[in-house]
């Protein structure tokens, strides 16, 4: 079929292979960082809980979480979770992880706006990636060009969201390199493993980016093909 065939599907290929490596990357820098252990020999847990604490958010939790890399900080319950490798590890990859999260509990208790405006709009962007696909679909095979065009609304959607969610994780870094290198949590020649984690899982975060902007002109070329 010309959506899924169609020549528009060539803008994907440099995308794909910037998703495939940053995120080999992301485990191969991960892993190694794994297997160093941080001079302090703080693990993630503690690590979270002095940066918290030091911040005047003791009454954020910090709780371990099945999975890998699944990381997170839930600003409405107001919760770090932290994988169990990262919670319980003193890596350096586990501590750089733990003050990436405490990142995000930062800019919430400041009232950093692109994490405000990110999770404002997360319900309407998960919507849009789950339902934009099938009703543009559908609109293509009926020709309804009004349901294609309901499908590129909810897409675009999600592009914001990517969109937003760039500067909050680079902050979030930001903000984690702060907090490890004045509270002497990582001594400063274990800092260049701990920014090559955090630079890696950034690009993952591009890439996405990158992906959901060519989906949404693929869509958009799509749509105008078929006037």
Not at 10 to 24: H, R, W
Not at 34 to 39: D, F, H, I, W
Not at 88 to 117: D, F, K, W
Request: net charge neutral; aromatic share 10%.
């Amino acid at each position: 079929m010309f959506f899924f065939g169609g020549s528009t599907i060539l803008l994907l290929i440099p995308v794909l292979i910037l998703a495939i490596y940053a995120q080999s990357k992301v485990t191969g820098n991960y892993k190694k960082y794994m297997q160093v252990k941080s001079s302090v020999n703080m693990s993630g847990n503690e690590v979270a809980r002095v940066i918290l604490d030091r911040n005047g958010l003791q009454d954020v939790n910090v709780v371990p979480v099945e999975g890998v890399l699944t990381d997170h900080y839930d600003p409405r319950i107001r919760e770090v979770h932290l994988s169990k490798d990262v919670f319980y590890g003193s890596s350096v990859s586990s501590v750089t992880i733990a003050a990436h999260e405490c990142g995000h509990a930062l800019q919430h208790a400041m009232g950093y706006s692109p994490l405000m405006v990110r999770a404002s709009i997360l319900p309407v962007a998960n919507l849009g990636s789950w339902l934009a696909f099938p009703l543009f679909f559908a609109g293509l095979l009926f020709s309804l060009p009004g349901l294609m065009d309901i499908g590129i609304v909810l897409f675009s959607a999600a592009l914001i969201f990517h969109l937003v969610t760039l500067p909050v994780e680079y902050n979030a870094s930001q903000r984690a390199f702060e907090q490890l290198g004045d509270r002497i949590i990582i001594y400063q020649d274990e800092m260049a493993g701990a920014r090559k984690v955090l630079n890696a899982a950034a690009l993952t975060y591009v890439a996405a980016t990158l992906m959901a902007l060519v989906n949404l002109i693929r869509l958009i070329l799509i749509r105008n093909s078929r006037n």
